[in-house]
């Protein structure tokens, strides 16, 4: 094994003139490159008239290009002729998007009754796999040996990336392996006995391997996941090991690629351990990816420097800008995260220069790799190499298969090893990758735009880029800066998730969990005007994972204690109606300024008393910070009085007044966030309330109420009361200083609620009830979905808080096509998830709520197993459920029956029935037909079937293409109709209003026929 090293020459230290003399060196090196390629080619494929037509289609009309790449992308899929006809006359024949006339005619051609058609269709299905294959080498090692041989021929090396699709479960991680153990074998075997290539088989340092394989950690681990960082590197390492003992065996190179910025760090962390263990200590034919684009690179790179030299073994490491510019800077705009990548494309490409510079000083351990397209960073790249006395075999240049030709043939003009990115892969997981293609070849901001499409001036592609003036901070976010200032609100931002990618965050979570574990338990009195007090009596509050602990005790109010809350707030009502509206929503927001700075040890105890992961568990504190924020806000807008009626003489008013004594009755599902929602509106609208938690998370009730306490609540304004539903519930529902209930739960204890405050005789109002109630909600599968999404936001929907979500997917309709594969790729993956303590990072389904939960959802599994087929079951472990915990593990039911009691009655687990549709009509009708309307999901690339979807389906929250739980307020205000509930949408502009009255003051204004200016009122 080669492990000579290439000595790096004293760096000289950097004057003006140096940067002078380097650039003028870049400039020329850069004119040389483009001396030698040849600009009259179009981007891709002249002689392929449609597909270079295409591209320049997409680069001129940005909407075009949208439909034409998602035709791309669903294409794969489309089973037959007819469907693609349909396909491409839903995307191209909408009314906001213009097609060439070309494709216009195309499109014309495969109308049903055209005589065109087949030839229509066979034509752009032969087009479509030519233009796909142009990226991809074959679709497996035997297939892809002739290209590879072809591009050693013209001394090029190669590096093989298998192409596929997310990798869902153990199964598909374990096929993953197995193909890159093969394709390590089969290519040793073949490459053997090809001829020598001294231009890529021999670097600086001695002989380079003929094999060389590139790896997605992703793909060997489904549950990949940072937030269990040494989990996934365990657990990726292990999958890793028998890849690079057979790549030692073979004698060939592995390289881990880098993906997303979530797993940048588990990247570094599997590839530095792995090699730092004994048998891998010597083998030194490994590389990593440095991605320029994010705003840390230079960390990274130092790291691997210094670790590179503290074992004394060279590495070798890929410079690219990065592939994932576009994802990274949707989600953090999404998740309201500071972008980890540069937002500015010079600031890429000056640290990709700056980067290429530190790689090339430390020569002496980095083998570097420079991968890309754009000739002035290559450029840079290889004038710092000469200059810094680096040898041309010292380094090498990367492109990718189908891309930039023609400079890849400037590149080898020069002398220099040039190794092309080959991907193998079958077509449907190609798509993603080939996506990722056309985007970097049509982006505003592509090298290779600029320089083969828009024909751009030598001078301009070769100038240096101007980074920004402060490159280090990305910019914070709104929502962490300061409390929010009533009398000057910023507008609302969602409060961001944890982003567990980032050590910090994982940090706080895990410590925040050992500190809440670590201390003694609980006690909580109840409140009733302003003061502790103790009840009736006490009961206790459990961990559902470990039964045998006890969190903490609470007072429990017996009927004394309840009337005195309901007193208390009758009392206090008239003051907190008559303070300004500032002030009520002065108290949210410093609510939401405690819970913000408590958010990791609230999450915490709802990790414990809840049974909640430790990502549901930040959402649920993060969406009550949301509703503090958010009413707060509304409240303000509702407080101006509005004139109606422009008249003279006529003055009319309209404004809001609270009720009085609001209820809160809350369920343990989101035991802080709905329980924050219904009470901070009906308080910032001026009603007073008593609040009882749930039964099983009193713990987290009682930090609502302190909170809102020591937020400057005033005494009265918020009682609280811990007890049995059936009593306090009852005598709250019942009693007749009470105005308001804000329910959410069961729709048993709802319908009865509500028949129960309007049947109480003997008052002078007739009491309000707003109720949210159960689901029975279902997703459908389209025969053209992505099933990447369909599996792994159904299995998110379904079992996300072990199914108690109302929101929960518990039915899956599948188109018949897509029926067999989707199932069994659904089934694998939620074999896949681990059942266990929620405070383990690595667990996906924690306990369910109470022992009587378990009963109950067991109790519809069993009425399952006499309906439909049991297609997967989650046994008890041998040794029982870990500290006796009330765990229910996953079930998948088919052949069920729309009309199956699992297909209609709520069952508030991890049960989840597929039923299989014949159309997309039957799927409707299915989805359709329950008595509930809550939240329902398509996944389907089909603009017609989206658009059906979003006429027909009723549902309160319809989500397309993605899963149907983690409503976000203001940006998708929650809650059903039919016996999904009564009232508005949660966090929604309509809300509010529910814990108001509305009135009108009109006012004569005219006098002895003398009325006052119209512009005066
Ligand atoms: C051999 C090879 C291997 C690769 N392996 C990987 C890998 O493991 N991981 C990976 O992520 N990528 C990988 N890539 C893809 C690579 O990241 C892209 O091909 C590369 O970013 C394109 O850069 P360029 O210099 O060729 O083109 P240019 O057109 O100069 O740069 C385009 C790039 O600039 C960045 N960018 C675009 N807009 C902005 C903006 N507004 N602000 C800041 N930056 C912006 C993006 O990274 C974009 O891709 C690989 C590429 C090659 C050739």
């Known amino acids: ?389 680096v040898p041309d075999d010292g380094f090498e240049i990367q492109m990718l298969h189908g891309m930039g030709d023609p400079i890849k043939a400037a590149v080898r003009a020069q002398g220099l090893r040039l190794r092309e990115y080959a991907p193998v892969g079958e077509l449907i997981p190609g798509m993603a990758y080939f996506v990722r293609r056309l985007l970097e070849n049509t982006a505003n901001e592509s090298f290779l735009r600029d320089a083969f499409a828009e024909g751009a001036d030598i001078e301009e592609l070769i100038a240096p880029p101007a980074p920004s003036a402060r490159l280090d901070a990305a910019p914070a976010h709104p929502a962490i800066v300061a409390p929010t200032d009533p009398a000057a609100p910023s507008p609302f931002v969602n409060m961001p998730h944890a982003d567990f990618a980032r050590p910090g965050p994982r940090r706080s979570a895990l410590e925040a969990l050992r500190a809440v574990a670590g201390r003694p338990a609980l006690h909580e009195s109840l409140l009733i005007d302003g003061r502790e007090r103790r009840g009736a009596g006490t009961t206790t509050s459990v961990d559902p994972a470990r039964p045998a602990r006890t969190l903490g005790t609470v007072e429990v109010a017996g009927p004394q204690e309840t009337e005195a809350a309901v007193q208390a707030a009758r009392r206090a009502f008239p003051a907190w109606r008559d303070a300004p509206a500032r002030e009520r929503a002065g108290v949210l927001f410093k609510a939401a300024e405690i819970m913000r700075g408590e958010l990791a040890q609230l999450a915490a105890l709802e990790t414990f008393e809840a049974g909640k992961t430790i990502r549901e568990a930040d959402g649920d504190v993060t969406e009550a910070i949301d509703f503090l924020e958010y009413y707060g806000r509304e409240m303000l807008r509702l407080d101006t009085p509005r004139r109606l009626g422009r008249l003279p003489g006529e003055l009319n008013h309209y404004s809001y007044q609270p009720l009085g004594v609001a209820a809160v009755i809350a369920p343990w599902n989101f035991p802080l966030a709905i329980l924050t929602g219904m009470t901070s509106a009906a308080l910032v609208a001026g009603n007073t309330v008593v609040i009882k938690p749930a039964g099983p998370t009193p713990l987290i009730g009682a930090q609502l109420a302190r909170i809102l306490r020591a937020a400057g609540a005033p005494p009265g304004a918020v009682n609280l009361l811990f007890g049995p539903g059936g009593e306090i519930g009852e005598a709250l529902v019942t009693h007749p200083e009470v105005h308001l209930i804000a329910f959410t739960g069961s729709r048993a204890v709802g319908l009865r609620i509500m028949a129960r405050a309007i049947e109480q005789p003997g008052r002078a109002w007739i009491k309000r009830v707003i109720a949210e109630l159960g689901g029975k909600n279902a997703i459908i599968v389209d025969t053209d979905a992505d099933l990447d999404v369909a599996v792994l936001e159904t299995v998110a929907s379904a079992f996300g808080y072990q199914g108690q979500k109302c929101s929960a997917c518990s039915r899956v309709i599948v188109l018949q096509q897509a029926y067999d594969e989707f199932l069994e790729r659904l089934v694998e993956a939620t074999r896949s998830l681990a059942v266990g303590p929620p405070d383990d990072p690595a667990t996906r389904l924690g306990p369910v709520i109470t022992a009587a939960a378990k009963a109950t959802i067991e109790g519809y599994i069993e009425q399952g197993r006499r309906e439909a087929t049991l297609a997967l079951a989650t046994p008890e472990p041998p040794g029982g459920w870990p500290d006796g915990g009330f765990y229910v593990g996953p079930h998948i039911f088919t052949d069920v029956e729309p009309g199956a009691t699992i297909a209609q009655e709520e069952i508030f687990g991890p049960v989840l029935a597929v039923l299989k549709a014949r159309d997309f009509d039957e799927a409707l009708e299915i989805a359709n037909g329950t008595s509930y309307a809550l939240t329902g999901g398509l996944i389907s690339r089909s603009p017609a079937a989206i658009a059906r979807a979003r006429r027909e389906f009723r549902v309160g929250n319809l989500y397309i293409n993605r899963g149907i739980t983690g409503a976000l307020v203001a940006r998708q205000p929650f809650g059903g109709f039919k016996m999904s509930g009564i009232g508005s949408k949660a966090g929604g502009p309509d809300y509010l209003p529910q814990f108001l009255e509305p009135r009108v003051v009109t006012e004569n204004t005219l006098r002895r026929g003398f009325a006052p200016p119209d512009d005066a009122l």
């Open 1 to 389: 094994m080669a492990t000579g090293r290439v000595e790096p020459r004293p760096t000289a230290s950097r004057t003006d003139s140096d940067a002078v003399a380097l650039e003028a060196d870049i400039q020329a090196t850069a004119r040389a490159l483009f001396a030698a390629v040849d600009r009259a080619r179009p981007a891709l494929l002249s002689q392929a008239r449609w597909q270079g037509e295409m591209m320049d289609w997409a680069m001129a009309d940005e909407r075009l290009k949208v439909e034409l790449f998602r035709f791309v992308d669903v294409f794969p899929t489309l089973g037959s002729g007819a469907e693609i006809a349909r396909h491409l006359r839903e995307y191209f024949l909408q009314t906001d998007v213009a097609p060439p006339r070309l494709l216009r005619l195309a499109i014309g051609a495969t109308g049903r009754r055209s005589p065109l058609r087949p030839a229509a269709v066979r034509v752009v299905r032969a087009e479509m796999l030519s233009f796909a294959r142009r990226f991809i080498v074959g679709s497996d090692a035997r297939s892809a040996l002739p290209g590879l041989r072809a591009l050693r021929d013209r001394g090029l090396g190669f590096t093989i990336d298998v192409l596929g699709e997310a990798s869902v479960s153990v199964h598909e991680a374990a096929a993953y392996q197995q193909r890159y153990l093969d394709l390590l074998d089969d290519l040793t075997r073949e490459t053997k006995g090809w001829p020598a290539a001294p231009a890529v088989d021999r670097a600086a340092w001695g002989a380079l391997p003929r094999v060389n394989v590139s790896i997605k950690i992703t793909s060997l681990y489904s549950q990949i996941d940072p937030l269990d960082f040494r989990g996934s590197v365990a657990a990726v390492k292990d999958a890793l090991r028998p890849v690079v003992r057979r790549a030692m065996a073979c004698e060939a190179f592995v390289n881990l690629d880098l993906e997303q910025f979530r797993y940048r760090d588990l990247t570094f962390t599997v590839f530095t351990e792995l090699l730092d263990e004994e048998e891998f200590r010597a083998f030194d034919q490994a590389g990593v990816v440095v991605q320029a684009y994010l705003r840390d690179a230079g960390d990274d790179l130092e790291a691997l420097v210094s670790w590179a030299r503290s074992r004394s073994r060279p590495l070798t490491v890929r410079l690219v800008k990065g592939a994932y510019w576009d994802y990274e800077t949707v989600l953090a705009r999404q998740e309201g995260w500071p972008a980890p990548v540069f937002t500015h494309k010079p600031d890429s490409d000056a640290a990709y220069e700056r980067l290429a510079r530190l790689m090339l000083e430390s020569i002496d351990v980095v083998r570097p790799a420079f991968a890309g397209h754009n000739v002035r960073s290559l450029a840079a790249a290889i004038a710092t190499a000469r200059r810094l006395g």
